[in-house]
Nanobody, 118 residues
């Protein structure tokens, strides 16, 4: 069973930076797509960044230019660098990994809390 463990979330002031990590229990190259989502209380889960196996990335306008997704294949780790944080970035951030074989399977971590003080 694939396990994803996020870390790095904490309280930070607006304008500050954080780097989140997602440690996978197997090689990140085994996944077709890895992504970061966030969910704030009372809101829908939102995609904030994803990266394909081949390195293509996607960011919604809400974080483009401020967030950067990357990975370290040797460490089986996905990262999310978040700069110029805003109060509205406050949420639980979750790591996701998708494997597409005979079926599509999505794996999720438990999440890490990011709180941005204004």
């Amino acid at each position: 069973q694939v396990q994803l463990v996020e870390s790095g979330g904490r309280l930070v002031q607006a304008g500050g930076s954080l780097r989140l990590s997602c440690l996978a229990s197997e090689s990140v190259n085994n996944f077709n797509v890895m992504a970061w989502y966030r969910q704030a209380p009372g809101k829908q889960r939102e995609l904030v960044a994803d990266m394909t196996r081949y390195g293509s990335t996607y960011y919604p306008d809400s974080v483009k230019g401020r967030f950067t997704i990357s990975r370290d294949n040797a460490l089986n780790t996905l990262y999310l660098q978040m700069d110029n944080l805003k109060f509205e970035d406050t949420a639980t951030y979750l790591c996701s990994a998708r494997q597409i074989k005979a079926t599509t399977v999505d794996y999720w971590g438990q999440g890490t809390q990011v709180t941005v003080s204004s």
